[in-house]
């Protein structure tokens, strides 16, 4: 019966320890320039969002401080996503504009979140402060099922604040929350409304 040598089967070891080493590449090494499409699988998404849910349903009080809690979460979130998008997008240029800022929520951040643009991006007929970004079919309520004592939770409120972060990054300071709008054909409807603070009227009609 043949058996390996010491040195051979010490060289063997290397070889696989270095192999499962380079598998095991860390997320942080990757270059922050290049992107392969949806990096995290649908399916973990709303597992981790699920378990953040529940996680912060546990030390709350009512409605209202869960929504909060969630749109801190979010806030955190947008402050690095608005990094990560600016150190890819050098050649970018800063917003200036209301309409500007909100298009890049709309279609880029929007985009690299979830993998498509917001469904609309409207002002409102009546508050020359307020616009509003709607999707269809929010990915990240999709699988979850929110009991009736619950029923007026919209937990898009993480969404939100993840916009707000950004518009507060990119100098328009809001307010941003979420709101279930159902229409036919799309009942979890969701629209994150967003209040502009009184300077960046007064800083749009400079601009004019």
Request: proline letters at 3%; glycine letters at 4%; aromatic letters at 8%.
């Amino acid at each position: 019966m043949s058996t390996n040598s010491p040195s051979r089967a010490s060289t063997t070891s290397t070889m696989y320890s270095e192999q499962r080493m380079a598998r095991a590449k860390s997320i942080l090494e990757r270059n922050l320039n290049k992107t392969r499409g949806t990096e995290v699988s649908l399916s973990a998404q709303t597992f981790l969002f699920s378990e953040m849910l529940q996680y912060t349903q546990k030390r709350v009080n009512g409605i209202q401080d869960l929504e909060r809690k969630l749109n801190e979460f979010g806030y955190r979130v947008g402050t690095r996503m608005l990094e990560l998008l600016v150190w890819r997008e050098k050649t970018a240029k800063r917003e200036t504009r209301v309409l500007g800022v909100l298009y890049f929520i709309h279609s880029v951040v929007w985009k690299a979140l979830f993998g498509k643009q917001a469904d609309s991006l409207e002002k409102s007929t009546e508050n020359e402060d307020e616009y509003m970004i709607s999707d269809n079919e929010p990915i990240l309520s999709r699988y979850i099922s929110v009991p009736k004592e619950l029923s007026q939770l919209n937990c898009n409120a993480f969404v939100a604040g993840i916009v707000e972060a950004v518009l507060d990054g990119c100098q328009f300071p809001s307010r941003v929350t979420a709101h279930t709008v159902p229409i036919d054909g799309f009942p979890q409807r969701t629209t994150v409304l967003i209040k502009l603070d009184k300077e960046i009227l007064q800083r749009e009609e400079l601009l004019k």
